[in-house]
């Protein structure tokens, strides 16, 4: 990050779609990008993937916290540690821990509408699994803005932020990095993106571990309020936070 204040990082609309202009391929991620993470539907996923770490591994809760934790820092996600760690299947995994209530997410079709105007493809590749995404994204109310949606099946299960997740789903999508944009609530998955030539947008949350790496040259864009930031990039008048 430059250092200078989030008001002096500030660029007029015309700057920000001059920066995407060339984007053909709009990545984003799912899980507290496309609803917020005020919601807090990520907790009820925490504390499943901590119950079935406890019941499967038979371990104290506090110590399946923990390990939950330590395994989505090392690996990437908790699945790929236990994966790679005690050789877990990951189907029940991810099947259990999305069978989450949702009841407290509004649908946005705001948000919708913003993402249906941008030019070119629009994307979900998320961590989770393609069923959960499927599900959040009909929700919402917005399934209709999006041309495909990639999950952690997709990448042979490895995680965001490896560099070989991103190449085996982007071959998959046939998406020219260096024509894309990706967005993304978790700042270390924008590292290889950015290496890869295309255009980074950071959605901000409170989650310690998401904002890790947040003040790198990796982070192009910020967008408090994705639907408001996304809006002038399809036509239309706001200003964007640029680094």
Request: net charge negative; aromatic share 8%; with cysteine.
């Amino acid at each position: 990050m430059s250092g200078k204040s989030d008001e002096a990082r500030s660029h007029e609309a015309s700057g920000a779609r001059d920066a995407f202009a060339h984007v053909r391929d709009w990545v984003f991620d799912l899980d507290n990008t496309l609803y917020s993470a005020r919601h807090r539907l990520f907790d009820q996923i925490d504390q499943r993937m901590t119950a079935f770490i406890a019941e499967t591994l038979s371990l104290e809760v506090e110590a399946a916290n923990t390990l939950r934790a330590v395994y989505w820092r090392e690996h990437g996600t908790t699945l790929n540690g236990l994966m790679r760690e005690h050789g877990m299947k990951p189907a029940r995994f991810l099947d259990y821990v999305h069978d989450i209530d949702l009841s407290a997410v509004p649908e946005d079709p705001a948000l919708g509408a913003a993402i249906e105007r941008l030019p070119g493809r629009k994307i979900v590749y998320t961590n989770g699994s393609r069923g959960h995404a499927a599900r959040i994204l009909a929700h919402l109310g917005i399934e209709a803005a999006f041309d495909a949606v990639f999950g952690i099946e997709d990448s042979a299960y490895e995680p965001k932020p490896r560099r070989a997740a991103y190449d085996r789903v982007f071959s998959l999508a046939a998406v020219e990095p260096r024509r894309a944009a990706m967005v993304e609530d978790t700042a270390r998955n924008l590292e290889a993106p950015h290496e890869m030539g295309m255009v980074t947008v950071w959605t901000p949350t409170e989650c310690g571990l998401a904002r890790d790496g947040a003040d790198g040259a990796h982070v192009h864009f910020i967008a408090e309020d994705l639907a408001a930031f996304l809006r002038p990039l399809g036509g239309g008048g706001a200003s964007a936070n640029r680094r």
